[in-house]
């Protein structure tokens, strides 16, 4: 029987998935010789039970919605340090993010048994106007600089950033996200739009989804009748914020809020759609952006430096922050045959490059050469 355990620490901040939750389920799937024990939420587990993660779990808080993260984070981190995990060499502690719920107690079982190896994913560096994740981030980038024996990032630029910031070079590799490229192909097609444009991700204010409203609003202006789809959920006083904000705009009429759906549904949501709308600030790969092309999606989207290297073609860039601009984009699109049908034929060449399948195996060959 197999001793050998791979000990994952899994924040799941809201019932979506993001990128780090993504790959950790591709990697769990295809962990045969480890004994899995995945350290989440109650919807963590819910997650992983659904894409088909069997392991052990161990529950550090039941929530169902978010009404206070830095609280619920604190439980988190608490619950986690005082589990019972026994640990040995031979070992993976994995981090899927750096969230200080993923990263405090991977550290702290780390010292107490060094034989052990840490695995640590980061996906961006979070800016300086976010203060409080800002600072947190640099909490959590200590123990993994000093600490953690593989870093890996999911675009060049970061493996840059975290060298210049200190980090050892010879523990930061690359390896980009993927999608289920089978999965998509496999998706029943829709000749009638529904919607003219869709966003999937998470509602915070991080995502732009405040900008979307200012964006949205000078496109009605110039066609009434265009309809937004909004697909995500997030802290419940953002989303009252976010509606309110919809309703003093008079955009209930066109900004259509579908919160949380499953894939089959959310995909099919984005298959009835015209164009991905992603007015994201901060993105490390741009996880919904490969799911969007995925579904068929030409995407507008501000003008990310990442975006040059993940997605340099089948995607309008805009300029950060000019809104008038971003919705000269949409309309372009949406009115430009010909421009459309270019960034859809290069979708298709886009795409080919991400695929779980060799995501996934590239990481477990990384983690594996720890030993």
């Not at 579904?295 to 922050?321: H, N, Q, Y």
Request: net charge positive.
């Amino acid at each position: 029987m197999n001793n050998k355990k791979f000990i994952a620490f899994m924040n799941a901040y809201t019932q979506g998935i993001s990128g780090g939750d993504a790959c950790f389920i591709e990697i769990a799937k295809r962990l045969n010789n480890y004994n899995k024990i995945i350290v989440t939420s109650f919807l963590g587990k819910k997650l992983c039970e659904t894409k088909g993660v069997t392991a052990t779990y161990l529950i550090t808080t039941r929530e169902q919605q978010f009404n206070n993260v830095i609280f619920t984070y604190i439980k988190r981190i608490l619950k986690a340090l005082f589990l019972k995990i026994d640990i040995s060499k031979g070992d993976i502690l994995y981090s899927t993010s750096d969230f200080l719920p993923d990263v405090i107690p991977a550290f702290v079982r780390k010292i107490s048994k060094k034989e052990v190896k840490w695995v640590q994913k980061v996906f961006h560096l979070i800016p300086s106007n976010r203060i409080i994740p800002y600072y947190a981030q640099k909490i959590s980038f200590f123990f993994v600089k000093h600490f953690a024996d593989l870093i890996i990032v999911d675009n060049k630029n970061l493996k840059r950033e975290l060298i210049s910031k200190g980090f050892p070079e010879r523990k930061v590799v690359v390896n980009y996200l993927g999608i289920n490229l089978k999965y998509f192909q496999k998706l029943p097609q829709f000749s009638k739009k529904v919607y003219d444009g869709v966003f999937l991700g998470r509602l915070h204010p991080s995502k732009g989804i405040f900008d979307l409203i200012k964006i949205w609003k000078i496109v009605v202006k110039y066609n009434p009748k265009l309809k937004l789809a909004i697909i995500g959920s997030g802290d419940v006083k953002i989303i009252e914020k976010f509606k309110n904000e919809i309703q003093k705009k008079r955009l209930q009429d066109n900004i259509i809020l579908l919160g949380f759906l499953e894939d089959d549904e959310a995909f099919s949501v984005l298959k009835k759609s015209k164009i991905f709308v992603f007015p994201s600030h901060e993105e490390g790969f741009g996880l919904a952006v490969a799911e969007a092309m995925a579904c068929g999606l030409p995407v507008v989207a501000w003008d990310l430096p990442v975006f040059k290297e993940i997605f340099p073609k089948g995607m309008l860039r805009v300029p950060i922050s000019n809104v008038e601009k971003f919705a000269e984009a949409i309309l372009k699109l949406i009115e430009n045959e010909n421009l459309y049908r270019k960034l859809t034929t290069e979708i298709e060449e886009i795409i080919r490059h991400f695929d779980w399948d060799a995501v996934a195996e590239r990481e477990l060959s990384l983690i594996e050469s720890l030993f």
